[in-house]
């Protein structure tokens, strides 16, 4: 049996999460060193998000670094990236892509859009391209090699995933998107 450990600080929304993937919600270093794959969906400011990563972040590389499934939504998504406009703390540097702040539209970028697969990919195996997802953000990237999807917001066609290697991140909430949503997060889960 895999061990999916959802990352749980204080500024995570993880019920949804975990009631469509199972595993346990947790920040114990013991946990994460235990996982098979860990899930990180966060919700608030850039800054505050790595200052409480701070005392397992180098655990977080670790599981990475072996190959194993990390997944990051929303917030989580955005900590993958080297920084963000929202904030000064240095984020995780997986991708070395920065996160930008819409200007001059209306934010936060709120509710049901269409997200366009851009290749085929195993998180959104068995979704229909051009399928709507659940979007709640003010910050943005811009476009990455490791594009997976991508979204429109007015002037903006945005990313709205990226797979690099064993690393996932989904600018949408999986878990607050329906039947599409509890797919991807059914996908990641087999991966």
């Not at 900590?79 to 819409?102: A, D």
């Amino acid at each position: 049996m895999q061990n999916i450990v959802i990352i749980d600080p204080p500024i995570a929304n993880v019920s949804n999460v975990q009631k469509a993937v199972g595993g346990i919600v947790s920040s114990k270093l013991e946990d994460i060193k235990k996982a098979d794959k860990i899930i990180f969906p966060g919700v608030g400011s850039f800054d505050k998000a790595m200052k409480e990563l701070s005392g397992i972040k180098s655990y977080i590389f670790e599981h990475i670094d072996k190959g194993k499934p990390f997944l990051g939504i929303c917030l989580g998504f955005q900590i993958l990236f080297s920084s963000s406009e929202e904030g000064k703390e240095e984020g995780l540097s997986v991708i070395k892509e920065k996160i930008e702040r819409f200007e001059n539209i209306k934010t936060p970028h709120m509710g049901w859009n269409k997200v366009f697969v851009e290749r085929d990919n195993r998180l959104f195996k068995g979704i229909e391209d051009e399928s709507y997802f659940y979007f709640v953000h003010s910050y943005f990237l811009n476009k990455s090699n490791y594009a997976i999807s991508k979204t429109n917001y007015g002037e903006y066609d945005f990313v709205s995933a990226v797979q690099k290697d064993n690393v996932f991140g989904v600018q949408f909430h999986p878990e607050k998107s329906s039947k599409n949503g509890l797919k991807l997060l059914d996908n990641f889960r087999r991966l």
